[in-house]
């Protein structure tokens, strides 16, 4: 009985690795088809606006240039921005599938030690102390999944802040002046 809850818990370790490998897969993969749909989009729309600007009279329109390639760097700042949330969900979800693997593998071995208590009072004393190391864990781990989201959530805004700044700087000096 002790074996096939081990086999148990260990199949079910390995669903979750499993998992996570695929959902990691997957992302790494749409992340990056998307990237490569965007820039060549984006490549191909400001050589056709610039070539209609060029016919239409050059002239009127001499600071293109200079709005093509802010508007690029906004899009590679939303491309960085994407690129560190993308990492930074995998790292959480590892975090969290660690987590529950250990949990599993805390639970099995609790269950086990269970049926070998002697006594009452014994099984009363092992409960408590899972209980109790369960709930600290769930706490400690918690905190740090938290903390994890923030970090990532910051990382992956810094870029797009970093524009924002660029952006206002850039349309008040004109004003300024």
Request: charged share 25%.
């Amino acid at each position: 009985m002790t074996t096939a809850k081990t086999k148990a818990a260990g199949a079910a370790a390995n669903v979750m690795e499993e998992t996570l490998a695929a959902t990691r897969t997957t992302v790494e993969t749409a992340v990056k088809a998307g990237q490569e749909v965007v820039q060549k989009n984006l490549e191909t729309a400001f050589a056709m606006t610039k070539e209609q600007f060029e016919k239409a009279g050059g002239t009127m329109f001499k600071g293109f240039d200079d709005v093509a390639a802010f508007g690029k760097e906004n899009i590679d700042a939303v491309v960085t921005a994407g690129n560190i949330a993308t990492k930074g969900w995998q790292d959480l979800g590892a975090a969290w599938f660690a987590f529950a693997k250990g949990t599993v593998d805390k639970n099995v071995a609790t269950v086990q030690a269970m049926m070998t208590v002697k006594t009452p009072r014994e099984l009363v004393d092992l409960q408590s102390d899972y209980a109790k190391s369960t709930f600290d864990s769930l706490v400690a781990e918690g905190s740090k999944l938290s903390e994890m989201g923030v970090k990532v959530t910051n990382d992956a805004m810094a870029p797009i802040s970093a524009r924002v700044n660029a952006t206002v700087e850039k349309f008040s000096k004109p004003l300024a002046a």
